[in-house]
């Protein structure tokens, strides 16, 4: 160290940078403290103290936070950025070291520090020549091996004459960490610091060797297909070199991952031959991440895990009633299979089919009954579904491959027993790519469900534990050889008082939850709930029934904290819901207020339940036209004019001539023209409606019918039965004529709707004539006509010539 007396210059610490004697350095400076510094020391034109901070993070150092040996400096220029930061140019001169503590540092200044010059020793010590050329002979080698060095720079640093300044600029140049460069500079013995560089160019040359070395070996492995994953199999290599090993710690989890989980033998085989390939496999290859998401699809799959739950019938009967009301042929059927499997070790799992009208709760029932059985529920949404593959999942031979739905839901539930819900499965379409409906027949037999094999696993699944239902709202849309795999369940609309019991007891709780009331501060009595369900809603199911009901809600809570009575309770009546909810929707009660001429009630089936049909007649001179409007389908128009054929069949019984209807025009219409109409069960309702308005004999408006029309008059069973006796109901409707052979269809009417129609069974039209039209007292529909006579108009004239 200098014996020469202490002096005093401007501080300022560096980040990531030790700054050697002899070097010029630019530094972007942006703290405040440092700026000052480098101001002060050019406008006093004396040297400035640079110093390496121990931590590059800390933001306002202290003395303890740098090294105390650091770089006396001139600064060269300044420069100013726009963003308030300067930029500097320096050169190192000589090494100082602190002594003392700083002096000044306040929040509007920089710090001063009282330094000693370090001089270097050891200087004229003999061997210094010696290793000054071995350090000139090592650089050489070094600026060889790294070529970002330029020739220039190892020709400008040889040629000097000062050893001190060319093992510093040397050192410079070297690519180290900051530690390193410090510990350097801090050596002031000349030979030591000679030595250390020299040790630290032989040491980097030895690296530039090995990696030499690694790009060999890496090259010889590449091949042609293999180039664009050069830089992946180099690391491989690095890894190798440093005793890592190939695949690291990913591979050695995926292979526990693999022995933990309980596979059949099959599966086992298949993923030990697919985890062999992929330890085979550059990290980066395209297919070893086809190999990789196949092994963890198949790990996260259940394939011996099941639901352990109780089976309690009682409590599952309670959680089913709690969740639905009615709804009784699905509960009957869970419960049924619950007493079936405490009887057994194993049953395969039913497969039911939910048929029924939006809004009846057929997906909600599917909840519900996972929860009864304390089961893991999953649910598909097979709605829009069209491609076979989003069922069975694409071969793994196509980019972006991925199992089917049916292997993701089964990883979601996590077991192999779950209640499976297929949604909508009567909406799934065809196109090119396949028919999806025909991919569920596997899955929906219980005859090969047990091996279902999805195109991306390749390996068997068994299917046959889960509980699966399916649900539609309707058949038609549904194949035939998929039906025939399920058991069908119809599930039809809700009475009004069943509506009433869903209002009170499971809506309006819900409702007011959901939009912040207490229980007790909305009260709607039973009128209340009848009032919105007749004259606000008309659907089969309550869908619409609960948002008006939440609609009233709303309403009210806006009331309150308009009036500013947040605590105010409603007691809502009947004549307060036209307040909330507005004019009525619906007009409740009969279609028509008089009994008519040509207008007959008619029943008809709907995706969303019953309604009421009415079908006009008029009449008008003519030429015999029959004229049918309404958007009718085929089937329909055909029925009307079966119906037509049967009244000019009947012509001379009900005292019309045999060519009346050469003299008029008959034209039928069924109001509500937009919506299309179709199928065959208005039949009896057309021919009435015709001859009402032929003999002007009006028809029973109290009365609505159904049923299919023949030739010979004859009336056929229908279907949709229930769901058109609630129409009938919801209605007013009194009376309804139903085809006798549907008599066996009305045990599954709920007795409530029976009660309150009187249900008369027909065998042909006749019986419905003489029942729907209202005749004078002391008249009769049908005239006494003999058969002969009727016969005898249309007899042909050539078989009355007399024989030759």
């Given at each position: 160290?200098?014996?020469?007396?202490?002096?005093?210059y401007?501080?300022?610490?560096?980040?990531?940078?030790?700054?050697?004697p002899?070097?010029?350095?630019?530094?972007?400076?942006?703290?405040?403290?440092?700026?000052?510094?480098?101001e002060?020391?050019?406008?006093?034109?004396?040297?400035?103290?640079?110093?390496?901070?121990?931590?590059?993070?800390?933001?306002?150092?202290?003395?303890?936070h740098?090294?105390?040996?650091?770089t006396?400096?001139?600064?060269m220029?300044?420069?100013?950025?726009?963003?308030?930061?300067?930029?500097?140019?320096?050169?190192?001169?000589?090494?100082?070291?602190?002594?003392?503590?700083?002096?000044g540092?306040?929040?509007?200044?920089?710090?001063?520090?009282?330094?000693?010059?370090?001089?270097?020793?050891?200087?004229?010590?003999?061997?210094?020549?010696?290793?000054?050329?071995?350090?000139?002979?090592?650089?050489?080698?070094?600026?060889?091996?790294?070529?970002?060095?330029?020739?220039?720079?190892?020709k400008?640093?040889?040629?000097?004459?000062?050893?001190?300044?060319?093992?510093?600029?040397?050192?410079s140049?070297?690519?180290?960490?900051?530690?390193e460069?410090?510990?350097?500079?801090?050596?002031?013995?000349?030979?030591?610091r000679?030595?250390?560089?020299?040790?630290?160019?032989?040491?980097?040359?030895?690296l530039?060797?090995?990696?030499?070395?690694?790009?060999?070996?890496?090259?010889?492995?590449?091949?042609?297909?293999?180039?664009?994953?050069?830089?992946?199999?180099?690391?491989?290599?690095?890894?190798e070199?440093?005793?890592?090993?190939?695949?690291?710690?990913?591979?050695?989890?995926?292979?526990?991952?693999?022995?933990?989980?309980?596979l059949?033998?099959?599966?086992?085989?298949?993923?030990?031959?697919?985890?062999?390939?992929?330890?085979?496999m550059?990290?980066?290859?395209a297919?070893?991440?086809v190999?990789?998401?196949?092994?963890?699809?198949?790990?996260?799959?259940?394939?011996?895990?099941?639901?352990?739950?109780?089976i309690?019938?009682?409590?599952?009967?309670?959680?089913?009633?709690e969740?639905?009301?009615?709804?009784?042929?699905?509960?009957?059927?869970?419960l049924?299979?619950?007493?079936?499997?405490?009887?057994?070790?194993?049953?395969?799992?039913?497969?039911?089919?939910l048929?029924?009208?939006?809004?009846?709760?057929?997906?909600?029932?599917?909840?519900?009954?996972?929860?009864?059985?304390?089961?893991?529920?999953?649910?598909?949404?097979?709605?829009?579904?069209?491609?076979?593959?989003?069922?069975?999942?694409?071969?793994?031979?196509?980019?972006?491959?991925?199992?089917?739905k049916?292997?993701?839901?089964?990883?979601?539930?996590?077991?192999?027993?779950?209640?499976?819900?297929?949604?909508?499965?009567?909406?799934?379409?065809?196109d090119?790519?396949?028919?999806?409906?025909?991919?569920?027949?596997?899955?929906?037999?219980?005859?090969?469900?047990y091996?279902?094999?999805?195109?991306?696993?390749?390996?068997?699944?068994?299917?046959?534990?889960?509980?699966?239902?399916?649900?539609?709202?309707?058949?038609?849309?549904?194949?035939?050889?998929?039906?025939?795999r399920?058991?069908?369940?119809?599930?039809?609309?809700?009475?009004?008082?069943?509506?009433?019991?869903?209002?009170?007891?499971?809506?309006?709780?819900k409702?007011?939850?959901?939009?912040?009331?207490?229980?007790?501060?909305?009260?709607?009595?039973d009128?209340?709930?009848?009032?919105?369900?007749?004259?606000?809603?008309?659907?089969?199911?309550?869908?619409?029934?609960?948002?008006?009901?939440?609609?009233?809600?709303?309403?009210?809570?806006?009331?309150?904290?308009?009036?500013?009575?947040?605590?105010?309770?409603?007691?809502i009546?009947?004549?307060?819901?036209?307040?909330?909810?507005?004019?009525?929707?619906?007009?409740?009660?009969?279609?028509?207020?008089?009994?008519?001429?040509?207008?007959t009630?008619?029943?008809?089936?709907?995706?969303?339940?019953?309604?009421?049909?009415?079908?006009?007649?008029?009449?008008?001179?003519?030429?015999?036209?029959?004229?049918?409007?309404?958007?009718?389908?085929?089937?329909?128009?055909?029925?009307?004019?079966?119906?037509?054929?049967?009244?000019?069949?009947?012509?001379?019984?009900l005292?019309?001539?045999?060519d009346?209807?050469?003299?008029?025009?008959?034209?039928?219409?069924?109001?509500e023209?937009?919506?299309?109409?179709?199928g065959?069960?208005?039949?009896?309702?057309?021919?009435?409606?015709?001859?009402?308005?032929?003999?002007?004999?009006?028809?029973?408006?109290?009365?609505?019918?159904?049923?299919?029309?023949?030739?010979?008059?004859?009336?056929?069973?229908?279907?949709?039965?229930?769901?058109?006796?609630?129409?009938?109901?919801?209605?007013?409707?009194?009376?309804?004529?139903?085809?006798?052979?549907?008599?066996?269809?009305l045990?599954?009417?709920?007795?409530?709707?029976?009660?309150s129609l009187?249900?008369?069974?027909?065998?042909?039209?006749?019986?419905?004539l003489?029942?729907?039209?209202?005749?004078?007292?002391?008249?009769?529909?049908?005239?006494?006509?003999?058969?002969?006579?009727?016969?005898?108009?249309?007899?042909?004239?050539?078989?009355?010539?007399?024989?030759?």
């Open positions: 160290m200098s014996d020469l007396t202490a002096e005093t401007p501080l300022m610490p560096l980040r990531d940078i030790v700054l050697f002899g070097m010029v350095a630019p530094l972007v400076v942006g703290r405040k403290k440092s700026i000052m510094a480098l002060s020391a050019m406008e006093n034109r004396s040297l400035i103290f640079l110093v390496t901070q121990k931590d590059a993070r800390v933001d306002e150092p202290e003395q303890d740098l090294y105390s040996l650091g006396l400096a001139t600064v220029q300044l420069l100013r950025l726009p963003d308030g930061t300067i930029k500097a140019l320096v050169e190192g001169k000589r090494r100082a070291i602190i002594v003392g503590a700083f002096e540092g306040a929040a509007d200044s920089f710090y001063s520090v009282r330094l000693v010059e370090a001089l270097d020793t050891d200087i004229e010590r003999e061997d210094v020549p010696a290793y000054l050329r071995e350090l000139r002979k090592a650089f050489d080698l070094y600026t060889q091996t790294n070529k970002k060095l330029p020739r220039e720079v190892l400008s640093i040889t040629s000097l004459e000062d050893p001190a300044r060319m093992v510093d600029l040397i050192t140049h070297i690519q180290l960490r900051t530690e460069k410090q510990s350097i500079l801090e050596l002031v013995s000349l030979p030591q000679i030595a250390k560089v020299l040790e630290i160019l032989y040491r980097e040359m030895d530039s060797e090995m990696e030499k070395d690694i790009h060999a070996k890496v090259k010889k492995k590449m091949g042609a297909t293999q180039r664009n994953y050069y830089l992946s199999e180099k690391m491989r290599v690095i890894q070199e440093m005793g890592q090993g190939e695949g690291g710690d990913d591979l050695t989890e995926l292979q526990q991952a693999i022995d933990k989980k309980s059949p033998k099959a599966v086992k085989e298949q993923v030990a031959k697919e985890f062999k390939k992929l330890r085979q550059p990290p980066m290859s297919e070893t991440t190999v990789r998401n196949y092994i963890d699809a198949i790990i996260s799959l259940p394939w011996k895990k099941k639901s352990r739950a109780k309690d019938i009682e409590r599952a009967e309670t959680v089913l009633n969740d639905h009301y009615g709804l009784e042929k699905p509960k009957e059927r869970i049924e299979y619950l007493a079936v499997q405490t009887q057994v070790k194993k049953i395969r799992g039913p497969i039911l089919c048929v029924g009208p939006p809004g009846v709760g057929k997906t909600s029932v599917c909840r519900s009954i996972a929860r009864a059985m304390g089961r893991e529920f999953v649910r598909l949404s097979l709605g829009g579904v069209r491609d076979e593959a989003e069922i069975r999942g694409h071969r793994r031979t196509y980019i972006g491959a991925m199992p089917g049916i292997i993701l839901s089964m990883q979601k539930a996590g077991v192999i027993n779950p209640v499976f819900c297929l949604d909508e499965v009567d909406k799934m379409s065809v090119f790519r396949g028919d999806p409906s025909a991919a569920l027949l596997e899955v929906l037999d219980p005859e090969q469900n091996a279902f094999n999805d195109h991306y696993l390749d390996v068997d699944y068994d299917l046959s534990e889960i509980f699966f239902i399916t649900t539609a709202n309707n058949l038609h849309g549904i194949p035939a050889p998929l039906q025939d399920m058991e069908i369940i119809q599930l039809s609309g809700y009475t009004e008082e069943e509506k009433l019991h869903i209002g009170l007891d499971f809506l309006l709780p409702q007011l939850e959901a939009n912040g009331f207490k229980s007790d501060e909305i009260t709607l009595n009128k209340a709930i009848l009032e919105i369900v007749r004259r606000y809603t008309r659907e089969a199911g309550v869908r619409s029934l609960e948002r008006t009901i939440a609609s009233v809600c709303r309403k009210v809570a806006r009331e309150r904290l308009k009036n500013k009575e947040p605590k105010k309770k409603y007691r009546s009947p004549q307060a819901i036209e307040r909330y909810l507005g004019v009525p929707k619906y007009r409740f009660g009969l279609a028509e207020e008089h009994d008519e001429i040509g207008l009630t008619g029943m008809a089936w709907t995706e969303v339940g019953g309604e009421l049909l009415q079908i006009e007649s008029t009449i008008m001179p003519g030429s015999g036209k029959l004229t049918i409007t309404g958007k009718l389908g085929d089937v329909m128009q055909e029925s009307a004019q079966a119906a037509m054929s049967y009244v000019r069949s009947r012509a001379m019984r005292g019309l001539d045999a009346f209807y050469q003299k008029i025009d008959i034209h039928v219409h069924v109001p023209g937009a919506i299309p109409k179709d065959p069960s208005a039949g009896i309702t057309i021919a009435t409606s015709i001859v009402s308005a032929i003999l002007k004999l009006p028809v029973d408006r109290k009365l609505a019918m159904t049923g299919e029309i023949t030739l010979r008059g004859r009336v056929l069973p229908i279907g949709g039965l229930t769901e058109k006796l609630l129409a009938a109901k919801r209605g007013n409707i009194t009376n309804v004529l139903i085809p006798r052979e549907n008599e066996r269809n045990r599954d009417v709920p007795q409530k709707v029976r009660n009187v249900i008369e069974l027909v065998d042909d039209v006749d019986e419905v003489q029942r729907a039209l209202i005749i004078k007292t002391g008249e009769t529909l049908f005239k006494d006509v003999s058969i002969e006579s009727i016969y005898n108009d249309f007899t042909l004239s050539s078989h009355n010539t007399p024989a030759q």
